[in-house]
T-cell receptor, first 110, second 113 residues
Framework: SQQGEEDPQALSIQEGENATMNCSYK?????LQWYRQNSGRGLVHLIL?????REKHSGRLRVTLDTSKKSSSLLITASRAADTASYFC??????????FGTGTRLQVFP | DSGVTQTPKHLITATGQRVTLRCSPR?????VYWYQQSLDQGLQFLIQ???????AKGNILERFSAQQFPDLHSELNLSSLELGDSALYFC????????????FGSGTRLTVV
């Protein structure tokens, strides 16, 4: 079973707009990570936020974590066509494995 | 190039056959993880090895097995293959406990016909 669920399942926006993806999970975590996957390719690690952190930034990415609601969000600002990909949240609950969510498919139109 | 090497990239085989997927982790990483990605099941964790020892098991079928060798490369063996085993199989590696994220290989696409 999936630990995390992303919302929305799919998102289409124009270049320059912001994209927000949400992730909800079920159990306590050590950290939460976001990954990107271009079609049929390997996943790329984007950002990690620890359970005692509330917000983290990396370039155009902003991640928030609310452990009381067991949820996280990923914001991509000023999106580009090259941001088109699937985005997954992954929860580290035991340090031995990451459990991935269902993913959000982001399409950015030029 | 992520530093994690998976071979082969593509594999087409018949039902009932056995295949071996190979993974070389990023230099310095001791942990290797195997994941299966299919359209209906998403990304499923299969198994983890740390420095040659099995550390965690996920939704890995009994027909599947894996090992990590002294040089830290890992192999995933899939036997008695069924149509439903068709999927992308990813290997990832990390530092000791993955606290800085995983590095994924580009995957092996397995098609069972």
């Amino acid at each position: 079973s999936q630990q995390g669920e992303e919302d929305p399942q799919a998102l289409s926006i124009q270049e320059g707009e912001n994209a927000t993806m949400n992730c909800s999970y079920k159990t306590s975590i050590n950290n939460l990570q976001w990954y990107r996957q271009n079609s049929g390719r390997g996943l790329v690690h984007l950002i990690l936020i620890r359970s005692n952190e509330r917000e983290k930034h990396s370039g155009r990415l902003r991640v928030t974590l609310d452990t009381s609601k067991k949820s996280s969000s990923l914001l991509i600002t000023a999106s580009r066509a090259a941001d088109t990909a699937s985005y997954f949240c992954a929860t580290d609950i035991s340090t031995d494995k990451l459990i991935f969510g269902t993913g959000t498919r982001l399409q950015v139109f030029p | 190039d992520s530093g994690v090497t998976q071979t082969p990239k593509h594999l087409i085989t018949a039902t009932g056959q056995r295949v071996t997927l190979r993974c070389s982790p990023r230099s310095g990483d001791l942990s290797v993880y195997w994941y299966q990605q299919s359209l209906d099941q998403g990304l499923q964790f299969l198994i983890q090895y740390y420095n040659g020892e099995e550390r965690a098991k996920g939704n890995i079928l009994e027909r599947f097995s894996a090992q990590q060798f002294p040089d830290l490369h890992s192999e995933l063996n899939l036997s008695s293959l069924e149509l439903g085993d068709s999927a992308l199989y990813f290997c990832a590696s990390s530092t000791r406990q993955g606290s800085s994220g995983y590095t994924f290989g580009s995957g092996t696409r397995l098609t069972v016909v």
